[in-house]
């Protein structure tokens, strides 16, 4: 069955559509962060144009982090001072990433700009998650009583000027560090239309400190406000949201999502860590071969200006 | 602040869009459309256009619609030119879509990756281009020289650089930007046949793609006569999205902060909901 996506301009078919969002939902609900970075990518190479992909697909992150957000929030897993800190970086950087998208599609860089930003960032942090997984795995073989380290270790970066005291994560450090972190996920998320999980995440624990149990909420918490800023930038000065082609992926999420947790649930963590950086790797290589490869044809079209 | 905005918006959004929406729902049935994205519109009720003139051949053209609508279920369509003619004399279909400013961009291999290096605009390049004809095209423009019927090839050496270039990448970008059109069958690369039947009857497809831009088409019939153009008949054809797809488009354009806070709270609910209802099977 295909359906007339009015902002794409074209018809797609649905069942393909729901399933990539499908896709994405299930990674969600497997991994906890949102499947924006393999769905985006994919809707290019089913034909998509790259603008209306991703503005589109961060009105699906939209909806999923409101999901996740639900839950986490019940839970009481949101670290509400962290999470304004880390929105007040990420709207500024959304904003200026609407801005620096505007201006890349104007100069026919785009498309280069999302693959080439796809391929660093998939492919970092792909290994990073292979990498530590497969040492976990090993160590813990080893060695399965471990003890338990400091609770996060101090650098240079726990030495900057104005701090704060996060009660909830149990920090006590400077604020440009989350609003910085912040900022760089809003550019991200503006110009790959993801939410950033992937990279907030992990960044978080490892550069942060903070406790795993208010990461997933507060990293939630920070993606819809960005996610939402971006759809609305977006749709206000690029007219690239395509709300029938979100509104498919959403309704595929929205079922995969749950499939995913039940699936995390049954999965230990490394093994599920490993997976995800399998597939994160995957699609980074798919990317950076679409780059290598000499084009069926070398020219395309930029955009159609109708003249008065 | 920013957030603000988003809220009050949404908020103005949540009451203003579900009703129009499921107004636009009812998509009118074809052939007496009435589409808000048209420029004007040829009425269907009027006989179609004949050059009148003491002493001029008959040439009475009509299409089996009045328009091209673009609604949720557009994959493309056919559309059927079918008239009259006062024999002897062969016919020429040319459909030509809207006039743009197009940019076409070249790839090139830089430090191993593909990317685009090269750009060049043109002015005047039509949406949209074919030609059907009752017999080969070739033999027809050859004796119809200095006429007004040009060839994709001869119609395209028209077009003009926004700035000027030099003669050999200019050829290189025109035959880029016919290299794209013909992938999107914009511009199809097969002459079509206009039928003939009784010796004054005739009929000929015309194939319109799914990513169709929008504007009013220009379908132009000539009858020929040993290499004159002895006829003309020119109709408008809109092509534009109509029913709820165009609705969407519009708002898009014209309204595009409500468009956006509508998708930010069409994604609010759903995921809200998606996410009660799905945790509790």
Redesign the interface.
Known sequence: MEIYLPIAEQSMNVFVLFALGAAAGLLAGMFGVGGGFLATPLLIFVGIPPAVAVASQANQVVANSVSSLQVQWRRGNVDLRMGLVLLLGGMIGSSAGVTLFTWLKAIGQIDFVIAVLYVILLSSIGSLMLFESVRTWFKRRRNPTAPRGKLHTHYLVHRLPWKMRFYKSKLYISAFLPITLGFLIGILSAILGVGGGFVLVPAMIYLLGMPTTVVIGTSNFQILFVAANVVFLQAATNGTVDVVLALLLILGGVVGAPIGSRIAARLPGVVLRALMGVLVLAVATELLFELLRTPASPYSLGPREVLP | M??LI?LL?ALLASNAVPGVASAQRIEPPPGSLTGPTFGPAPDSSLPPSVPSGPGMPELIVDLSQPRVS???????ESLLLFGMFDPPGEIVVVVQG????????????FL?????TG?MRF?DVP?YYFIAASAPLQRLLARASGSEILSLEDRLASIRPVRPRSPARLAE?RQ??V??KR?EDLYPANFGHVTVQAGRLFRAELPFP??L?E?VYDVRTYLLREGKIVAAVSRPLPVG?VG???Q??GW??EE??L??????V???V???L???V??R?
Not at chain 2, 70 to 76: L, N, R, V
Not at chain 2, 98 to 109: N, Q, W
Not at chain 2, 259 to 264: E, L, M, P, T
């Open positions: 920013r957030r988003v918006l673009i609604t949720s279920a557009f994959q493309g809207p006039p743009a400013r197009e940019t076409v961009l070249r790839k090139e291999r191993g990756l593909w990317l685009n750009r002015d949406a970008f880029g930007l290299e794209v992938r799914s990513r831009p504007g999205k709820f797809s165009a969407l488009a898009s354009v595009g902060p468009y956006g806070a509508g998708a930010i069409m994604a609010l759903l995921g809200w998606g996410g009660a799905l945790r099977l």
